[in-house]
């Protein structure tokens, strides 16, 4: 199967200190985890449409990169806010893998069916893992200012 996904999607290594954030970081936390939950959604609902053909595997593929554009954002965000996100970073490549496998198949509300159970959970555990970071965060942003 030729993958209909990007390879370029890059999650970043952490390079920041864990100094006190900078106020531009903890700003910036809320808003690219709203980002990253919209993106979430648009997959959802892109993958929906794809089983009725009603979207193109590239334009889940579009959905996928929006995704990681949101997803790095949010590591980003964190780790500029001193808080490490390197238990969230095999999230998307999961994610990925579930979603080729889900693209190979015919488009058919069967073909989601069978693949959509793993695909929530990659979203379920990434949306734990950004609720866990939250008080990590909030510390950070108190001890900051």
Not at 27 to 36: E, W
Not at 53 to 70: E, I, K, N
Request: proline letters at 6%; hydrophobic letters at 40%.
């Amino acid at each position: 199967m030729v993958s209909c996904l990007s390879s370029s999607t890059s999650i970043p290594h952490s390079q920041y200190s864990a100094s006190a954030p900078s106020p531009q970081y903890s700003a910036s936390v809320p808003n690219s985890v709203h980002t990253l939950i919209a993106a979430m959604k648009n997959l959802q609902s892109t993958l929906n449409l794809w089983s009725t053909s009603r979207a193109s595997p590239d334009a889940v593929s579009d959905a996928y990169m929006q995704f990681g554009v949101g997803f790095n954002a949010v590591v980003w965000a964190f780790q500029g806010s001193g808080v490490d996100t390197s238990d969230l970073h095999q999230i998307p490549a999961r994610l990925r893998t579930v979603l080729e496998s889900c693209l190979g198949e015919d488009p058919s509300p069967a073909a989601l069916e069978m693949y959509q159970p793993r695909i929530r959970q990659q979203l379920y555990e990434l949306l734990q893992g950004l609720k866990a970071k939250q008080g990590a965060w909030r510390s950070a942003v108190a001890a900051g200012l």
